[in-house]
């Protein structure tokens, strides 16, 4: 069972580009998390998703961050005009389906540069 | 609002010798899980150990232990015979205990290994 993917790996940008982030989830899961790593920091939960449903944005930057999770397909973190400060690494999550608690199974990352 | 704290932004110890990485927590919540999870160079994020919190006796993985003390609401990570793969950035997290809960890190510590 492969794990989750995320792509690409390495992402650079020059500032007012558009960022597209993958997220493959593991087979099975259905829900998707991203996380924000920004230098020398901890991880930071941006956006929760279900197949098709935003289920918690609360850690979403209100401007120009969007996510989706489409019913076919991976999950995409979407950051239009990028500026210096959105370099970091994202990280992408998945965990099965249930009313309990599941485990999140991280991916590799992207780290996304802006210059 | 659930925080995570770890005081301790580096920690260095010696090959074969034991180190323990501090965290403390706020919640409000009774029911929740607590996570040491390790980040090596690569950044891959590597689930070291697991902690339920309604459950009294402290987890164990091999090497790794933990002290949690719910009442002070501490979750302290021994790692006993340190080897050099250990040298990594070390970050504590909690989620609640529900489908879907979000994880939330502390700043993580860095740990150096010195043969």
Redesign the interface.
């Given at each position: 069972n492969a794990g989750v993917m995320q792509n690409p790996r390495h992402l650079v940008r020059r500032r007012g580009q558009e960022a597209r982030l993958r997220c493959s989830p593991m087979k099975g899961h259905s829900?998707v998390?991203w996380?924000r790593q920004l230098p020398e920091?901890?991880?930071?939960?941006m956006v929760?998703l279900?197949k098709e449903n935003i289920?918690?944005e609360s850690?979403m930057p209100k401007e120009r961050f969007s996510a989706e999770f489409p019913k076919e397909g991976p999950s995409i973190l979407r950051i239009q005009q990028v500026v210096r400060g959105d370099s970091a690494?994202y990280?992408c999550?998945s965990?099965p389906p249930?009313?309990?608690?599941?485990?999140?199974f991280?991916g590799?990352?992207t780290?996304l540069t802006v210059l | 609002a659930q925080t995570v704290t770890q005081s301790q932004p580096e920690m260095s110890v010696q090959e074969a010798e034991t180190v323990t990485l501090s965290c403390t927590y706020d919640t409000s919540e009774s029911d929740y899980y607590l996570f040491w999870y390790k980040q090596p160079p690569s950044r891959q994020m590597i689930l070291v150990i697991r902690q339920e919190a309604y459950k009294q006796q402290n987890a164990t993985e091999n090497r790794f232990s933990v002290n949690f003390q719910k009442a002070a609401k501490s979750f302290s990570l021994k790692i006993s015979d340190s080897q050099l793969g250990d040298a990594a950035m070390y970050f504590c997290a909690y989620e609640v205990r529900a489908s879907g809960s979000r994880l939330t890190f502390g700043e993580g510590t860095q740990l150096t290994v010195n043969p």
């Open positions: 829900h998390y996380y920091e901890g991880l930071k939960f929760y279900q289920i918690d850690g690494a990280f999550a965990s249930g009313l309990e608690f599941n485990e999140q991280f590799p990352g780290r | -």
